[in-house]
């Protein structure tokens, strides 16, 4: 006779929810090989929305630009401390983006693109926390009829667009940061009244 313990239906859950976050994930190779659009100016989108978001670790900030790379929206939160998980992320930037900007699913191909910038702690290698934020920023993007645009990391090191090798020491996770120009404030949007048309001035005014 033997004796042995068999595996709860907890632990079970608990095996299954890991394996399935793990594959809500991107590896670099993957994000390289997706096509996703080049920035013409990183440095100019960086510096731009550290200037209105002024990030901090454990924050990010997702942000729709128009065909010219001028930002048409923008938002900032804080990540939530819980184990990386691209659904969960995809969740929140869908949730942001849904707050600043109506989608574009009517359209057969998309004409805005969606940016994440993201600062946290640690070198500017990738982690798995990155390939998460690419899986929910690649996901929320098709949800919200928008194009996967750049993932851009922001730490001590500076900042970087992953895919491209593109990066610069200023701004970093721990730069002040620097009032933007009259020449890069977003459009002014004609208040034409009604809580949508309120979303998109406050949106604009970020």
């Known amino acids: 006779m033997t004796f042995g313990f068999a595996p709860s239906s907890a632990a079970s859950l608990s095996t299954s929810t890991s394996a399935a976050s793990v594959t809500r994930m991107l590896?670099?190779?993957?994000?390289?090989?997706?096509?996703?659009?080049?920035?013409r100016n990183p440095r100019e989108v960086v510096?731009?929305?550290?200037?209105?978001?002024?990030?901090?670790?454990?924050?990010?900030?997702v942000a729709v630009l128009d065909q010219e790379e001028r930002v048409q929206a923008s938002a900032s939160f804080?990540?939530?401390?819980?184990?990386?998980?691209?659904?969960?992320?995809?969740?929140?930037?869908?949730?942001?983006l849904r707050r600043v900007i109506p989608h574009d699913l009517r359209r057969r191909t998309p004409v805005r693109t969606a940016v994440l910038l993201y600062c946290r702690e640690g070198d500017a290698r990738w982690t798995e926390e990155d390939g998460a934020w690419m899986?929910?920023?690649?996901?929320?993007?098709t949800l919200h009829?928008?194009?996967?645009?750049?993932?851009?990391?922001?730490?001590?090191?500076?900042w970087?667009?992953?895919?491209?090798?593109?990066?610069?020491?200023?701004?970093?996770?721990?730069?002040a940061p620097e009032p933007f120009a009259l020449s890069e404030m977003p459009p002014r949007i004609p208040r034409t009244g009604g809580a949508a048309s309120e979303v998109l001035l406050r949106a604009a005014a970020r």
């Open 27 to 39: 590896e670099p190779a993957e994000w390289a090989a997706a096509g996703i659009p080049l920035l």
């Open 135 to 141: 899986w929910g920023l690649r996901d929320a993007c």
């Open 78 to 96: 804080v990540r939530r401390s819980a184990p990386a998980d691209g659904w969960m992320f995809r969740n929140a930037l869908l949730a942001q």
């Open 160 to 175: 970087q667009v992953f895919g491209e090798g593109r990066g610069g020491r200023r701004p970093a996770a721990d730069s």
């Open 145 to 158: 009829g928008l194009r996967c645009g750049a993932y851009i990391t922001l730490t001590d090191d500076g």
């Open 47 to 61: 510096s731009g929305l550290h200037s209105r978001h002024s990030p901090r670790p454990a924050m990010a900030v």
